[in-house]
């Protein structure tokens, strides 16, 4: 995996999932499935070789590596958002 390669949809997937700080709420939001959603996010952070969160059974938290890609990230989606508008 290229970290050059990230697909927008990845990136509203992490954005998501990084303002609600749970996968569940997150792809009902998206309108996708819980397994495509982790998906979506454990490509991600392949392609970064970083983890993204810090998961357990009762939370999900930003790593530190995605703490300084998130508002990166949203201003990618930003853009690519009014972009096809």
């Known amino acids: 995996p290229n970290p050059r390669h990230m697909e927008i949809r990845s990136l ?26 982790t998906q979506q996010i454990q490509h991600l952070e392949k392609s970064v070789e970083k983890p993204l969160f810090l998961r357990s059974n009762r939370m999900v938290l930003l790593s530190e590596h995605g703490r300084r890609l998130l508002d990166h990230a949203r201003a990618l989606v930003t853009k690519a958002d009014s972009f096809l508008q």
């Open 12 to 37: 509203r997937a992490f954005v998501t999932v990084a303002e609600e700080l749970h996968f569940g709420r997150a792809a009902r939001r998206l309108a996708i499935s819980q397994p495509t959603l």
